[in-house]
């Protein structure tokens, strides 16, 4: 009897959920763990989304959004799906801005969110495997795969006028997924890979390295390592034999580092970094001061899309349900429809409710493409008078 | 030309970085084979050793640095060094007297020791750690190079760079003399050659009035030495990062076992040999076979294996030495 009792009363919760004047939102992301220091700036991007949609009453006929904060510890995969687990069971949320890596990612989504039939949107997973995982179209990424930085790099290189490079990667799942990606891309651009050749970070010496790859030749090296790890043993080594002296830095690479070490000897070498700019970006970081947080943090701006898109795609949909709101958010996030910055949730909640078409631009200058996943800015870079100075987004 | 650029590029990409790589890691062996030949057991804290002394040796640079010395064109870090050894050798007779002495005296079995260097290596570790952090610092001040690549170019006209860092002719100069000074330190000094007693027979020698203490602290002195010396011009050339050494402590093994452990002459052939083929195994022969071999153009790389595998060289090697030779190329004493 008593079990009954419970039962019927937490069917009650539930159901009443569901009809209640509050939606509740996950954000599962890695508070601790190796990425514990991005993930308070993150969190309180999406929040921020959450509390414009509120604030505004003009969502689902005046109802309000609550984020529910998870822990998904970025390295930790079963820790991840029990939390994005208990969102969904014990706190009932209705979509989930996370994961944060893309391991964990992975494991929360097909584990638990795809059984469960929950829409997630990670700000910062930016695995190239994400791309043609089967998601049910229930997961979605306001962060660029960094299969597309492989071909954004290619571009970059081919406008420089070189045609062919030695390219050596951080042996792990961040390298050798972003080395492979520009390999690909840049082979079916017409140039040639002398050599794809790993290596290792923290070992004591990289001759061995940089005697293959200046063997292979090229007019340019390609470094997709860590410039706090072993990139900068294979920089250093190759300045210094004089194997090369134009390189290429994809993300990983650039930074005040990069800089400090080698500014002067590195002058004409260029590279990118995922990175957005403009109206959308300067709107957000002045609505994240006045709600007092930092909105500079890395990926931040992306966990506001990510929030924003979720609760808009639901308006369109006019339902709060994963599986009728998830055909919604490719829709709200492109054109056709009137530009949609940070701050302006109110108005395109209003748009939306007078049947027009919206295209989010947000934060981070948000489209959509392929399986759901951000086309991405990134910010091109090249090594002038010892500084790194930006040259153009793209 | 072409045969000139071909030993050229040899010179560049192999012989050069591996007879620097080589003298680094013999002087880490010596220190390896010294210890086992004399305490009998194999010191697993060597590495972080290597990487206390040279923390102490940089603290030393910048306080002479920002006192305004300096060694004209060589690093001032070559100054420090005595300091530096000095120090470290006052930290290990304090780690002997502490933990290891206790050992001696149980006459523990050497496998027990062995682990007690394991925990004394962790201890080290947090100390390099609290000393000087875990960033990557580089302390080498002082003229870069002997030869640079775009010098060399200019010079001779040829298509293929040379480059010799001054850090990596000080580190061969630093090593040649260092294996010289203790060479005959073994060989004519009376200390010397009661330490050579005391390994070749610890009773005998104990019988032949040998002071057993003053061959023990005299042993990790050198040791010390020895370690702060392979760090500092290790870190010199490359650059200093307390992690690394952890690594090295390795190929460090791999070269002392090779050459024969307790044999100092072992040691130092042991480290040209894992250097060497570490860097020749897995070079890319197909620029050389070009210069070679006129009209020869190879649809791969002429590699051996792939630059990952380097490890798996120095171990193959290794395990080869160690069926077919136990106790090492210079018979020492097998493992």
């Excluded at chain 1, 957005?276 to 957000?284: I, T, V």
């Amino acid at each position: 009897m008593k079990k009954l009792l419970l039962a019927t009363a937490s069917l009650a919760l539930t159901a009443g959920g569901a009809f209640a004047d509050e939606v509740k939102l996950g954000i599962s992301l890695g508070f601790t763990g190796p990425l514990e220091s991005m993930s308070p700036a993150m969190a309180q991007g999406a929040e921020l989304a959450m509390k414009e949609v509120s604030d505004s009453g003009k969502f689902m006929s005046g109802s309000t959004v609550v984020g529910v904060r998870g822990d998904s510890t970025c390295v930790d995969s079963a820790a991840a799906a029990a939390t994005v687990e208990k969102l969904i069971t014990a706190d009932g949320v209705k979509g989930i801005v996370g994961g944060m890596c893309s391991g964990e990612t992975t494991a929360s989504l097909q584990n638990v969110a795809m059984p469960k039939g929950v829409v997630m949107i990670s700000p910062s997973a930016t695995s190239p495997a994400l791309s043609t995982l089967e998601d049910n179209g229930l997961f979605f990424r306001t962060s660029p795969s960094d299969a597309r930085q492989g071909e954004v790099m290619t571009d970059e290189i081919m406008e420089h006028g070189i045609k062919s490079v030695a390219l050596t990667y951080t042996n792990n799942d961040y390298g050798k997924g972003l080395a492979d990606s520009f390999a690909a891309a840049f082979e079916a651009k017409g140039g040639k890979v002398t050599i794809n050749a790993a290596h290792d970070d923290g070992k004591p010496d990289y001759s061995a390295e940089v005697a293959a790859l200046a063997s292979a030749g090229g007019e340019a090296l390609v470094i997709a390592g860590y410039v706090d790890q072993g990139g900068s043993g294979i920089l250093r080594g190759a300045l210094d034999t004089g194997a090369f002296s134009t390189f290429v830095f994809p993300d990983g690479m650039v930074g005040g580092k990069l800089e400090a070490d080698f500014g002067k000897e590195i002058n004409g070498s260029f590279g990118q970094m995922p990175s957005s700019e403009g109206e959308g970006k300067d709107k957000f970081l002045a609505a994240a001061k006045a709600a007092g947080f930092d909105g500079t943090g890395v990926y931040s701006g992306e966990a506001y899309d990510a929030a924003a898109l979720i609760m808009l795609a639901m308006a369109a949909a006019n339902s709060t349900d994963p599986a009728v709101y998830k055909a919604k958010v490719m829709d709200v996030a492109n054109a056709p429809g009137e530009k949609i910055l940070p701050g302006e949730l109110g108005k395109a909640l209003e748009l939306i409710a007078e049947g027009k078409d919206i295209d989010y631009q947000g934060a981070s200058s948000v489209e959509l493409i392929g399986a759901g996943e951000s086309a991405g800015t990134f910010r091109e870079i090249e090594i002038k008078n010892d500084k790194i100075e930006t040259v153009k987004y793209r | 030309m072409d045969i000139l650029n071909a030993f050229v590029a040899i010179l560049n990409y192999i012989i050069v970085p591996a007879t620097a790589y080589g003298a680094q890691l013999a002087l880490g062996a010596l220190g390896v084979t010294l210890i086992y030949g004399i305490l009998r057991f194999s010191n697993f804290a060597h590495g972080d050793t290597m990487a206390f002394g040279t923390g102490l040796t940089i603290l030393v640079t910048w306080a002479m640095q920002s006192a305004g010395l300096s060694f004209g064109p060589l690093p001032t870090a070559l100054l420090a060094l005595p300091i530096g050894i000095a120090l470290t050798a006052a930290l290990v007779l304090a780690t002997d007297k502490v933990v290891y002495s206790y050992y001696r005296k149980v006459r523990a079995a050497p496998i027990y020791i062995t682990m007690v260097s394991v925990g004394v290596m962790f201890v080290m570790n947090g100390l390099t750690r609290v000393l000087i952090g875990v960033d990557e610092i580089k302390f080498a001040d002082g003229a870069r190079f002997l030869i640079s690549a775009p010098d060399f170019k200019a010079m001779t006209g040829l298509t293929e760079p040379l480059a010799i860092r001054a850090t990596t002719a000080i580190t061969v100069i630093t090593a040649a003399l260092v294996v010289w000074a203790l060479f005959w330190f073994l060989a004519r000094t009376r200390t010397g050659k009661s330490m050579r007693a005391y390994a070749d027979n610890e009773d005998l020698a104990l019988l032949s009035g040998i002071d057993p203490n003053r061959v023990v602290a005299v042993t990790w002195v050198i040791a010390a030495a020895l370690a702060t010396i392979a760090g500092t011009l290790y870190g010199l050339d490359k650059s200093f990062k307390a992690f690394n050494y952890f690594q090295l402590l390795l190929p460090i093994f791999a070269a002392a076992i090779v050459g024969g452990l307790g044999n100092p002459l072992g040691a130092i052939a042991g480290g040209f040999v894992i250097a060497f083929s570490e860097v020749s195994v897995t070079y890319a022969w197909k620029k050389v076979a070009m210069y070679l071999i006129p009209g020869y153009e190879p649809e791969g790389l002429l590699q051996l294996l792939s630059t990952e595998y380097k490890f798996a060289v120095s171990f193959a090697i290794l395990i080869i030495v160690l069926l077919f030779k136990p106790t090492g190329l210079f018979k020492g004493k097998s493992v």
